[in-house]
Nanobody
Framework: QVQLAESGGGLVQAGGSLRLSCAASGRTFSVTGMGWFRQAAGKEREFVAAIRWGDDTTLYTDFTKGRFTISRDTAKNTVYLQVNSLKQEDTAVYYC??????????????????WGQGTQVTVSS
């Protein structure tokens, strides 16, 4: 089993920055990727970013390119999400995810077998 522990959420003013962290523990020797999804109130869950373990390729979507940066610390089995120029529409619960699968679409939530509890990010005006 794998456990994911997220941290770094909170209340931030629009235009500000924050960094989310997610530490993986347990059976992490077969990780193929980690990432983040988010879900705003009343909206569907959406992909934010992911990083492939094998080659450190990072994946983003149109709304995260330029403001969001995903990175990892291999030694700590930790992935980070740096978010700059926060907007009110970034308000959501952010979930850390981890996959051991060798195939599948990184943008698809079904690829990920492990999900963190979620950390709330609230952006005020």
């Amino acid at each position: 089993q794998v456990q994911l522990a997220e941290s770094g959420g909170g209340l931030v003013q629009a235009g500000g920055s924050l960094r989310l962290s997610c530490a993986a523990s347990g059976r992490t020797f077969s990780v193929t990727g980690m990432g983040w999804f988010r879900q705003a109130a009343g909206k569907e869950r959406e992909f934010v970013a992911a990083i492939r373990w094998g080659d450190d390729t990072t994946l983003y979507t149109d709304f995260t390119k330029g403001r969001f940066t995903i990175s990892r610390d291999t030694a700590k089995n930790t992935v980070y999400l740096q978010v700059n120029s926060l907007k009110q529409e970034d308000t959501a619960v952010y979930y850390c995810v981890l996959t051991n699968r060798l195939s599948g679409n990184y943008y698809d939530p079904r690829r990920y077998d492990y999900w963190g509890q979620g950390t709330q990010v609230t952006v005020s005006s």
